[in-house]
């Protein structure tokens, strides 16, 4: 069949037509891919030439090693190890006894603390110690002015005086008996007379000796003020109350200031009924501060024979020795009594078991000190259960690590050092 010129014409047009919708349909997905390709290339060359900046982001940046995790390590060689008294232990199991638990409050030591009163009536003249003051045994606190003293005195003086002249009339009277010219009955009265004299004497001085007020300030004769009353510290120690003011009038038995020595404390704390048996007079514990964590060990001094009626408890105390008046009276403390070590019983085995010497504290975590080739490493670790001589690490430490037991604060004094040389 022939076609006509115009079917051809007709035809082409159609064929182009669907060829130019074609292409319209094509082009944009060859876009889309065209990109898509782009961007996964130019993904793939910043992972290529990028990913070692990323790194640095994660760790340069804060300027920080990759390895900010590593345990501190503080450089000892053998010889300086041996010089700072340090010595090694193996971390493996060991029987432990466990240690009891117990609330406490540091109180002021009763057998060093004293309530002065000025034993005599008198007016305030003037107070010579303020609160928080050391003072010195025998240190002069306050000064009164005393009615009651002033007569103590002059019986004294008068006493003296009489005591004098009937020494002189004895001995008068001895030389006249030995000449013969009077008779023994004088001279043996002038003899009782002065012995009375005498008595009189002391009797007077040891009213005086019973006040405080004979020492120092007491007049031979009558010159000086005898009212005059000096209230004198009676031990070495911190002044506690003060309730005393120049200008007013006291009473012999007033609380006029409370004196201790804050040298020692007691660390006090109740004991329940299921732990009265295993508390006792002169095993060790330990104190440990609630607030700073500072620790020290001492031995319980004393367990109360009674039970409070409001606590079902009685009241146990440690005596601590307090260098720099650290434990102040007041503060809250957690305490450990240690059993006895032949108390077995009770014992438990830890799987690993360090000496209690060898814990230091770092920022605030238990640490302990792991020989390295260089000379240790600090290894924060968990403690457990502890009886004053071993401690449990439930984790942190493998069984047969060899650590610093004793003198491990040497090493923790090293650390310090290393610590101030980078910051300056």
């Given at each position: 069949m022939k076609l006509t010129k115009k079917q051809t014409i007709a035809i082409a047009a159609i064929v182009l037509c669907g060829a130019a919708l074609a292409a319209l349909i094509i082009m944009p997905r060859a876009q889309n891919?065209?990109?898509?390709?782009?961007?996964h290339s130019e993904q793939d060359e910043k992972d290529e030439h990028g990913g070692a900046h990323g790194k640095e982001d994660a760790h340069g940046k804060a300027g920080q090693p990759e390895h900010a995790d590593e345990p501190l390590q503080a450089t000892f060689s053998a010889e300086q190890i041996k010089t700072a008294g340090i010595t090694l232990a193996v971390a493996g199991p060991a029987p432990i006894v466990p240690a009891i638990a117990l609330?406490?409050?540091?109180?002021?030591?009763?057998?060093r603390t004293a309530h002065v009163v000025p034993r005599l009536a008198g007016m305030v003249e003037s107070v010579n110690a303020e609160l928080g003051q050391q003072v010195k045994k025998g240190q002069v606190l306050a000064v009164l002015s005393s009615r009651e003293l002033s007569e103590l005195r002059s019986e004294l003086l008068s006493a003296r005086q009489r005591q004098s002249l009937a020494q002189?009339?004895?001995?008068?009277?001895?030389?006249?008996?030995e000449e013969r010219i009077s008779a023994e009955q004088d001279y043996l009265q002038a003899q009782q007379q002065a012995n009375e004299a005498g008595i009189a004497v002391r009797n007077a001085q040891q009213k005086l000796d019973a006040l405080?007020?004979?020492?120092?300030?007491?007049?031979?004769s009558g010159a000086g003020p005898l009212n005059r009353y000096e209230v004198r510290a009676p031990f070495d120690g911190t002044v506690l109350e003060k309730h005393i003011a120049a200008g007013e009038a006291v009473k012999e038995d007033a609380n006029i200031f409370t004196l201790s020595d804050l040298s020692s404390v007691w660390a006090e704390f109740a004991v329940t009924a299921p732990h009265l048996d295993a508390v006792r007079v002169g095993q060790q514990a330990s104190v440990t501060s609630v607030s700073s964590g500072a620790s020290a060990i001492g031995t319980v001094a004393y367990v109360g024979a009674l039970l409070g009626e409001q606590t079902r408890a009685a009241t146990?105390?440690?005596?601590?020795k307090n260098p720099g008046t650290a434990w102040r009276p007041g503060l809250f403390v957690n305490v450990r009594v240690f059993p006895p070590a032949a108390d077995a019983a009770n014992a438990v085995t830890a799987a690993v078991a360090v000496q209690s010497s060898a814990v230091q504290t770092l920022e605030g975590k238990p640490a302990i000190f792991v020989r390295t080739p260089?000379?240790?490493?600090?290894?924060?670790?968990?403690?457990?259960?502890?009886?004053?001589k071993l401690v449990e690490v439930?984790?942190?430490?493998?069984?047969g690590a060899q650590y610093a037991a004793d003198g491990s604060f040497a090493i923790k004094a090293e650390l310090g050092k290393s610590d101030n040389e980078h910051a300056h």
């Open positions: 891919g065209a990109m898509h390709e782009a961007a609330s406490g409050e540091i109180r002021y030591d009763g057998d002189t009339l004895l001995a008068r009277e001895r030389k006249l008996w405080g007020a004979a020492s120092g300030s007491a007049p031979h146990a105390r440690i005596r601590l260089a000379g240790f490493a600090a290894q924060t670790v968990a403690l457990g259960r502890g009886d004053g439930l984790s942190g430490l493998k069984p």
